[in-house]
């Protein structure tokens, strides 16, 4: 699977389904690309569509649905919970498999020009792919939201858009195009009702506090009906080569037993690159030499 | 990766590399074929490749190599330690990714019927694939080798071939084809140079004397310059859905420690299913609901 990209844009559309269909259908009628997931959220009146293959398909497919999303989605109409600057509101494209995320930066920055110039939309670059550092952070580029952004766009120089014009699109606003490295979403349940415990744990262990580098943590309590409360380590991993999912479960299980509790299982949410799974089997079974060529399938899929 | 299946066929050619490297070639020129490997022992006089693809694909590239081997070997001149009866000695297929064991039941019996048809070479099913009892043991099949089967071919009735005349092929002898489940090659090694402990944990959990299913173990004393030597308890897990990695290092694990020892480390021969790798994170993790769909790579290869 030479040069697999998986490209994760978020739509202002959460409350028309059939809207939200279309876009999903632009995407996937292109040759080449698997979509993997989409979800529809109500509240925040926003979608998420998750799809691969390698660039040239994907560039296709989010091109498709930048055009379909244009046409279907008025950000004048828009109202939602979740912060947003435009119909498309942000494409990262993040490298999958042997793919490097220099391939997704040069991608991103090739996209974005494309998109700006086709649709006559103002793009901004951000994440790795950013071209000015305060842009890095998605919060800083999309801060006031569509709102405040159709007023500076033209008058603040801080606020131009890397690619295309100084003027929002009539319907679609802006869009933010960058590149990221695949976030694992995992959670570690605890054999308690301590909140205050998973609270303590995620502050521990999650960069922004000092912890380790590449996680974020937060601590929740669980609650389902018929079931005991559980207080949760709930864990973002923005780079398993950084720290693995054996890492953090180790340091958590330290941290459980000194506090005279246990981990009791883990959840893994939605789809996780296969290597930083098969690092936690190297890791446990103590293996030595091990390289994710020995796992058959997927030393097939790259070959090809 | 919808079909996959994997082929391991065995030559009876082990010291003139340039013929088993035109086998190879063979093989490999077949598009939609990946060779994963191939090795050659001069002792045995054999040699031994795995390719893999589609079921369409992988017969035409097993009836490749088997002309070229035909070409190029001539059993009455072959001498060597390994049990065989025919230039091509045995092909077995193996289901890979989503394929399953009756795929490759059904091909191994098409591929047997085809080739001993086009090259007039008598071919015997033997494992999976056995059409008589007996033969599910290659053993059985090869009793006596090559050089009893010429005599017994066409008057004991037990050995006749399943396809094909029931006279050797003039250089090329007889082939036994079958089917059979992914095997693992997995070592554990202890900290102690206790060989007897290894031989005894060996005869623990194998399932020949009594042990976990499809479980075979042997206890081995590993001595590399240099190092102290080592107990090793030597594994092959030949349907690793019915006893896995995980379950064969805790039982190890287990008996190590009342023997007042422990598993130093393991190590994974060569290629092994990607899903027996991830049940071991899964096991490790205690992930709940958790499924192999959800390592990225491979689900994208399996959806193409």
């Not at 919970?81 to 498309?88: K, N, W």
């Not at 994440?127 to 580029?141: F, M, S």
């Not at 490295?181 to 415990?197: G, H, M, S, V």
Request: glycine share 8%; with cysteine; charged share 25%.
């Amino acid at each position: 699977m030479p040069g697999l990209i998986e490209c994760v844009p978020n739509f202002s559309e959460g409350r028309r389904p059939e809207v939200v269909e279309e876009i999903v259908g632009a995407i996937g009628q292109i040759d080449g690309v698997t979509v993997l997931d989409h979800s529809r959220d109500e509240t925040h009146n926003r979608s998420v569509v998750t799809f691969a293959g390698n660039a040239e398909n994907v560039v296709r497919a989010a091109t498709a649905g930048v055009g379909r999303a244009l046409e279907l989605i008025d950000m004048e109409q828009h109202v939602g919970a979740h912060p947003r600057i435009g119909a498309v509101d942000v494409i990262p494209f993040v490298p999958l498999g042997t793919s490097r995320i220099e391939e997704c930066v040069d991608l991103a920055r090739r996209f974005g020009e494309q998109i700006a110039t086709r649709f006559e939309l103002p793009v901004y670059l951000y994440g790795e792919a950013a071209l000015r550092p305060n842009r890095k952070r998605l919060a800083h580029v999309r801060r006031g939201q569509y709102e405040m952004l159709r007023e500076e766009i033209a008058t603040n120089p801080d606020r131009a858009p890397d690619y295309g014009p100084s003027k929002l699109h009539a319907r679609g606003g802006a869009v933010a195009v960058g590149a990221r490295k695949p976030l694992i979403a995992f959670n570690i349940n605890l054999r308690t009702d301590d909140l205050a415990l998973a609270i303590k744990i995620a502050n521990t262990i999650r960069e922004s506090s000092g912890g380790m580098p590449a996680v974020q943590a937060m601590g929740v309590l669980l609650e389902n009906p018929g079931m005991p409360p559980m207080a949760q380590v709930s864990t973002n991993l923005v780079d398993w080569q950084r720290t693995g999912i054996a890492t953090v479960v180790r340091e958590v299980r330290r941290l459980a037993r000194e506090a005279g509790t246990e981990v009791d299982h883990c959840e893994l949410i939605g789809l996780a690159p296969t290597g930083a799974l098969l690092e936690v089997a190297a890791d446990t079974l103590g293996l030595t030499d091990f390289s994710a060529d020995q796992a058959l399938e997927l030393r097939l899929a790259r070959d090809r």
